[in-house]
């Protein structure tokens, strides 16, 4: 593994944590390993220092694994994540790849997949425990599938795939203005063109749109 990582390990189980950091300390002194017990703790980290890793339960008293993540993305805080999780749950694994996330690991395979999933983020891909990767296989498949059926979905640019992102977390155009530092007027144009492409007609169709696939967008 690359030299001179900065992890941060974020879980208010303190045996797992614990197992964590004895796993990566043992990795020919590669990292900088510093804990944090609960989301606020680990945010408050993120915040103020510069984490290449951070492996985040997803499930932490104060602040929840998914909420950090949202919060690092509106921020523009740039670190790589894990997520850590007890559940084969699909719906929980497709919530937290939607956040951007750059691996999802079972705790009950962590301590032997936290090494390999760190290595391959790190090389900028992506990591998921074997035991769920048909749920990667099925995400895939849904996007296939969606641009299968609306081709010119791929006519998007990017600024129209975030905003048609935003747009599916319910958010107003004033909303999305202020988070995009744009004025309303451009991205009432850009869900007018949005629209457009892909000939979606009447008040709330894009909405309706952009909510159905919520989880592939």
Known sequence: MKQNIKILVADDHPLM????????????????????????????????????????????????????????????????????????????????MDTGANGFVLKENAVTDILDGIKVVMQNGYYISPLISEYLIKRGNRLNNLVSETPSIKLLTKSERKILKLISEDKTSIQISEELFVSSKTVNNHRSNISKKLNLHGTHSLVKFAIRNKKLL
Do not use: H
């Open 17 to 96: 944590r614990a197992g964590l950091v004895m796993v990566l300390e043992e990795e020919n002194n590669c990292c900088q390993i510093e804990q944090a017990k609960d989301g606020e703790e680990a945010y408050n980290k993120l915040v103020s220092n510069k984490f290449d890793v951070v492996t985040l339960d997803i499930e932490m008293p104060k602040m929840s694994g998914l909420e950090i993540a949202r919060k690092l993305t509106e921020e523009k805080i740039e670190t790589k994540i894990i997520f850590l999780t007890m559940y084969k749950d699909e719906d929980m694994f497709n919530e937290a």
